[in-house]
């Protein structure tokens, strides 16, 4: 997981296909950026390994943010 800095685009990258489209909701816990942890919605499919969603603020830099968990909200 990846944020850009002065952005709000989250970049995820994942070691399997994720097999998401844009419209999906995502929860993301565990983040090192509070602001990009939450609901969220996929707003972007770029590979059948990385994806990105808006987070809720734009991103004070850019960097691995490290600790991510990602997964289907129910």
């Known amino acids: 997981v990846t944020s ?3 952005s709000r685009i989250i970049t995820v990258t994942t070691a399997d296909d994720h097999g998401l489209s844009v419209g ?3 929860d993301v816990r565990g983040l090192a950026s509070q602001t990009a942890e939450g609901k969220y919605i996929v707003t972007k499919v770029t590979s059948t390994k990385t994806f990105t969603y808006l ?3 734009v991103q004070a830099e850019t960097k691995e943010l490290s600790g991510s968990f990602l ?3 129910s």
Do not use: D, T
């Open 71 to 73: 997964r289907i909200a």
């Open 24 to 26: 999906i909701p995502i």
């Open 4 to 6: 850009v800095l002065n």
């Open 55 to 57: 987070a809720r603020s």
